[in-house]
């Protein structure tokens, strides 16, 4: 991920306009206008236009613009509906119970989306660097596949070798780690250290086998690292998922609030719209 | 080993419909059934394959991409021998988000209905709590008109704005007086102000929002009533520490037609202020500064510093002078009670030519020596036609009343007139009293005087002394007014009466009043005053700037008793204020008054300690080039030459920087202006 | 090995075209024109005629009203009449409803709205009625274990459409079976008709030997097509009709490679470089003489220069492209002559026209506007030996990238679908998208091959060279008349999977349909009936593939392989 001159030009862009909403402000409120309520407008207007995404999304057929412009737009337009928020709230923390919670929805979005936006450009990186391309809805299948692979290797491995120890450092060791995603945050984090440990099991237990043993668990090995590298996809692609279920669930939430809270400033301060 | 889990073929890898809402229960174990959950979610799967009755035989038909033909084949019922396990679909990741959203949206709204029905309803809705001072206030009720009349009325009121009008009338049910215009001002004098300030050079177009909004083309929003909404400045709900009162430098300019960014930076120069009407007490600082207390002879009289003189109010705010006993006395005190005031004094006559003449004026002394008439005994007086009439006679005729030789009739009936004039004043006086004064002053001055104020003016004048003065002047008065009264003509006796002598060893009256009060001295009624704050001179200047309507009168009186000449010299220092309507006379200096909310503050107080060597003539400057006292030649407190330098600017913008002493406006300047009294308290006088 | 390929027998007679042919059949054929013409002895005893009889024939039954060939399919067999009649559809055409192709109609922005609410819930719903009650106007009938389409109302037809019949002994479909051509008419039996059906192989090893044969088909071949060939390629656009017919007279056809390409590059991509290397037949030798420019009329060949121990790919050449023009004009231009400077390969089987290099000289190179001369070659460049180098100068990709497109022949793609899976997050919005635009059903599969962070995925790729739509028995796959997408229509198609089957890229799946209810809809044989399906670039769709319309990153792009700067362009952006 580099800043291009592009990025940079957009944001800049986006910059502006929350300046220009920062003079908008202060122009308003040096003659005495509550910019509030132009703020609050382009603000709820700008976070429309952001939730215009997911509508575009659901209307594929129609000729409206690539959802790839659309995506350029929802970030940086973020990016200004970000500052637009600040000075809508005249960088103070609000008081009312709607109000803070609206805005600690909002800051949820927006650092969601931020964090989004660093994952989605840092992770696929990484899911193409390491294992093979799965679809993340059929991990379980091969998951499965590996274990039941594993399962019958092992049985194999005492058919074979007449003895248990293959079986049973795979029933002690392994059998528990095949049978489930694992490893969630050594793989986000890309700690690699269960990756060096078991590596380090199948090196001192290798030691101990004849070569009819060590064909066999060099296919283990081979099953274990397959099952490391799905966990590492498994890990990766659900949090390419996860972020998202902060970002949008917390973006209807503080639609809905934002509506009751537009009522509520429009009524009470007898400003009529 | 090169393991690959996907196989990309047809047969291999289905299409993945991440679309469909629903998966496969057994997806999670790795072992998901070809068939699919329906579109409800409802798991659907039942066999492999519907097995074909052929020949008489039951046979599997089983797709080859489920794995082709099976080797048990179907049951002898012909049902398939593979039923496939039910499962509980589960949702697809993207109906897991979307219920999430929804849930999260019903959590809110749902949590928001609660909190609303329940007790808990108005703090929910509250954008945060309310300053300090309003923090006791009812529910939202209290200032906003459309609480409580349910989601209907906000949704009418979101459109219409409808409720603006009752809310201000919410807020001044406390804040009285405030609302309206701004500064509580007229249109007029809002004009007037914009000008002066214009003409005073402010410069600079204001703070840099001042200038975005003029960019804008912005103008201060009126309310729905005109004027401006209480809410333009004052917000609320910014919690309990919140100032609803700051306003900041911009938000002032918004409506000032002059804008600038600071005191120092564009205000407009300071003009006359703070010297905007002369003082209420003569001093002339230069002159007593200057020349009287360096004078040897009134070296330990002479005060040393501003201090003596001067002290702050209980505010800070003001300085007040310490008056008259501190300030003044020990040179002015002797001087003050040096000449009575003659109230009345008999005219000298020509008394022979008015014998030669039998003229009908009763008896008169011949010993009388008055030139002129008193202006007090003229005021009792004035409204009798006959005395009026000689009066202007005498005057148009410039008539020498020691010499009437050669007056004609006429001339001789004013001057009879005349004569009764006074008489049936004393007689007035001694049968009706009071009253008597009442009458002729109310009628002399076109106002209805009432008892306390003739009470006031007559300043304890006894009855005795009238008594006293008719024996000496008219002893047959009352004989003379009955006779005169009948209209029987009485002309005047020819024997002149003795001139009357004090009996010896007497005290003259004069000394006898030497500490103030009435005494009658030949043909002469006097008033000796008490010294510095003499009630009667108070009461009769308060007359005559006050309460007197005529103009010749009021004239008349303050030519006798309102100048620095005057007995007392009371308008020497004490200023008289009277152009248009009811004047006043300045017997106090300036007093502050904590209910007034004036344009501009300024707390002497508080710079006490900022100021160096040069105290107080750092602001005030005494300049000796200002003549001073013409400024107290009329009644025009607007006329008048400061006997100080005009203050600069300078003198504050050093210190009030933003970042100092701080520049915000309303550090010296108000915007409500005007009386503002204390809320009172009405507590009903309960015992128990 | 060594050399060139050296075959005993064909190997494709492994796998004859019918296995029904008997000795009977082969003698009847051979008593027949213009086979009892031919001389035997000019065929090698490895490839007797009688055998390319047995092997590459077969003989097909035809009722009354069948229809045999269809104006667009693409078929690699040409025909004979054996005996009865078969009716050639001179004007007007018959409608695409006769043909079994659907006639594809974009949408409105209504009838794209719809797909909002009206798309089922299910997978894979059809209508049932339409699926059981077929075209009005024709039917099928299976017979021998083919399905044949015939129509229901030929007199009407006849009355209707200009026909000619074609008599006993008429060939017909050479051309388009050897230059994998689209059919330009449509046929039809005229009563009970027996056609001999002649595979391209066959057609192709008859022409090598025979000559009244050969002179048969470059007769037809440069009357029909070599005009609409030269004219069609901006090279010849200048030159007059008189001009134009003396280059097509000059032009020499040429084959090379034995194995069709489909068939063959799977087992050639497991081999190394240098060993694939023999397998690809040199058309133009690097250092060679320049001694024409070549067209390439059918199939794939590669531009290689030959570096260190390896012959990293330049570029590829697809159908209508030129090669050999640089060192044509640079010949032409200076006095000191170079060879060609690259070698030109074979990839499997292909046809090239070659136009003599004095043709060119003589008649192309002077009346060519300035405009289209190539940029002149750069001879010596210092740094022509590096690989890198050498396959930047052709594309800007990437070598590994380049020679993975080539050897998986992801090359003979239009609109192949590529995934940079740097940037795609796995979000599926791309199969959600397809799916919404296809009835709630994704087209395409989000897995595929990989080079780095290239994935071809499971797309139809709308090749140049579409294999998938040889067989079709029912001309359900064709191309579309909209902008040529290859397309399937549903309700004609049978669900015989050859085209899955055929297709070399895996991007075409065969489904089992189900009813409005979501149940699988069976045949009498209680057998899900099954449909072929596959990308069809949203061709009734406003705006275009909604794939890569609904990728939020600009992960997925569809791409022309003809053309790979666009490519090279989107895969280096930052």
Redesign the interface.
Known sequence: M?L?RKHIGRFGIAFLAAVAIYFLHGGMQAALWEPAFVTGWILLGGMLVLTL?NTR???????LA???N??KLHVYLGWFVVGTFLIHLDFNVPNGWIETTMAVLFVIVALSGVLGAF??KS???R??RRGE????ERIPIFMTQLREAADDLAVYSVEQTTSTSIADFYAERLRDWFTRPRDYFEHIMELGGRRFALKQEFDSMERYLNDTEKEVLGELRALAEKKSDLDYHYAL?KT??GWLFIHIPATYGLLALAVVHVILVHAFAGMSL | MNLKL?R???RS?????????WVCGRLAEGKPCL??P???GVC?AQSE????MKDGRWIC?R?D?AGGKCSQGPAPDGSCCNPIPKCSPKPSI?RQRGMLSRYVVAVVVGLLLVLAGGMTGEAVFSPGPLSAAHSELGGCASCHTVSGKGMVAWAHSMFTGGSETSDIQNCLGCHENRGGNPHNQTSAFLAAASEDAAARGGEGGGPLMTRVSAVMGLSVPEADGGGVACRTCHQEHGGHQNDITKMSNSECQACHTTKFNAIGDGHPEFGAYPYLRRTRIAFDHQAHIGKYFVDPNNADKAPGTCRTCHVPDTQGKLMLFAGFDTGCASCHAPFIADKPVEILKLPGMDVDSLIDMEADTGEYPAYAEGEEFQAIGDALMRSDEGYAAARAYIEEEDLDLFDLADIDEDGQKHIENLIWAYKTLIYDILTQGPEAIQERLSAASDADLNQKQVADLMAGLHIDAVSILQQRWFPNLFEEMEAHLDGTAQPMPEDEGEEYELPDGMLEEADWSEGGGWYVEYFTLNYKLTGHGDKFMRDWLRFAVVTNQDEELGASLMDAIGTPKSPGGCVGCHSVDKTDGPGEVNWKSRQPNPSAVGFTDFFHAKHFALIGDKGCSTCHELNPEADYTAGFTDFDNSTFTSNFSPLSQKVCADCHTESVAGNDCTQCHNYHVGEFPPAAVDTKLTAK | MDGPLVIQRPMRWDNPFSTEMTDEDVDRIMTLEPFCNMDESSFPPSMSLRDIVRNDMRIRNYRHGDIVVRRGDYGNSAFMVLSGSVRVVINPDLPDALLGRQTEKK?G?FG??K??WAN????EVRDVARLKGGGAETGQRVRDGETHTFLQDVPSIMKDYHTEPLREGTIFGEIAALGRTPRTLSLFADGDTELLEIRWQGIRDIRRRDEAFRNHIDKLYRERSLIHHLRALPLFQHLDDETIQSVADATVFETYGEFEWHTSFKKLAELTGAERLRHEPVIAGEGEYVDGLFLIRTGFARVSRHVNHGDPTISFLGRGEVYGLEELVHNWKNDDQIPYQNSLRGLGNVDVLRVPTKIVEDIVLPNLPPNLLPAPIVLDKPEADSIQSVTQEGSGLDTGLLEFLVENRIINGRATMLIN?????????C???????HN???????????Y??V?IA?ACMHCTDPVCMIGCPTGAIHRSSLQGQVVINDSACIGCATC?NSCPY?N?????VRDEN???V?DE????I?KS?KCDLCVD???GP?C????????LRRVNMSDLGPIAEWLNQ?
């Open positions: 580099t291009t995404l999304k659901k209307l594929p057929f129609l000729p690539k959802v790839r659309w995506v994952l989605s992770l696929p990186p899911l193409t391309e799965v679809i993340f692609q390419l998922k | 996907q990309f073929d047809y890898s289905p299409y993945e419909r991440p679309n469909q809402e068939v699919g329906g579109g409800n659907r394959c519907r097995p074909l038909t797709s991409a993207r | 949408r922005v794209a709205l797909q909002l089922p819930d299910m997978p899976t740097d940037r795609c997050v796995r979000c599926d919005d199969v959600r998208a397809c799916a919404a635009t709630n059903n994704p087209r395409f599969a989000r897995h595929g091959r990989r780095g962070n994935m499971n899955a895996d075409i799946r065969m489904v089992a979501g149940d699988f069976l044989a209680n057998a899900p099954m399906t769709q406003m705006g909604s890569e319309r609904a990728c939020p990153h600009d992960a930052s």
